[in-house]
């Protein structure tokens, strides 16, 4: 697996669009249904992934011109962006996201090699920017599900669920509230572990499902636990 932006950048173009052609099935009341996310419409989640195109491409910048340019202007501001654009249609909400992708992908191509070494402030404190791209992936991957149109987390591909379910998992292992638990993914002798494995349960299915457990878009219905006994409550993934 790797995180390197230009190897990740191809598996975030087919991911993309995989997603432009789910919302072009999309009718008007498809948008303005509920979509998998409390309290907010599938208008809602595709408004929010074009902001964060934009978002990225702030960072993006930052890292290429070194100047402190937030990734939202406020919290209040992505707030209210996000309600602004949900009240659209599908045309609109379409040419929105295709076209604030193709500005995140654009600022990919701008970027020096010696910018990817750059950290840059997100939302939720520093991070690397040769992290970004897959910050998008990730986004797209997770936010295709929760749109609720028919593409599942059985439907992400292989080494997108291991990296997503890698990562997960190591924030797992330093969260207090994270219960112990030994992962394994069907077929594969490798194991992941959160917190002490000594009698901890084992928790084995395909990655996709482990990912999605982990993340909260399953219940895990397909995952098997040993000893037999129920699956642990893992915190909620932010």
């Not at 076209?99 to 090699?113: D, G, K, L, N, W």
């Not at 002490?196 to 636990?225: C, H, K």
Request: no cysteine; charged share 20%.
């Amino acid at each position: 697996m790797t995180s390197d932006p230009l190897l990740l950048t191809g598996e975030l173009d087919e991911a993309t669009g995989r997603l432009l052609r789910t919302v072009t099935t999309l009718g008007a009341a498809d948008i303005a249904a509920p979509s998998l996310l409390p309290g907010w419409t599938r208008a809602h989640v595709l408004t929010h992934l074009a902001r964060n195109a934009d978002a990225f491409v702030n960072l993006l910048t930052a890292a290429r011109t070194g100047e402190a340019i937030p990734m939202y202007a406020s919290p209040e501001a992505r707030t209210a962006d996000i309600e602004a654009g949900a009240g659209r249609g599908p045309a609109d909400l379409m040419d929105d996201l295709r076209h604030s992708s193709q500005r995140f992908t654009a600022a990919v191509a701008e970027m020096p090699v010696e910018a990817w070494g750059a950290t840059v402030q997100t939302r939720r404190g520093p991070w690397p920017a040769a992290m970004l791209v897959w910050g998008r992936l990730r986004e797209v991957e997770v936010h295709h599900v929760d749109l609720g149109a028919g593409y599942r987390p059985a439907d992400w591909p292989d080494a997108f669920a291991q990296r997503l379910l890698h990562e997960v998992a190591a924030g797992l292992a330093g969260n207090p509230d994270a219960p112990a638990m030994v992962l394994r993914f069907d077929g594969v002798r490798h194991e992941l572990v959160v917190g002490d494995p000594e009698g901890a349960p084992t928790i084995t299915g395909p990655a996709p499902e482990l990912a999605a457990w982990l993340t909260g878009r399953s219940a895990g219905d397909t995952l098997t636990v040993t000893p037999d006994g129920p699956l642990p409550t893992p915190p909620e993934w932010i």
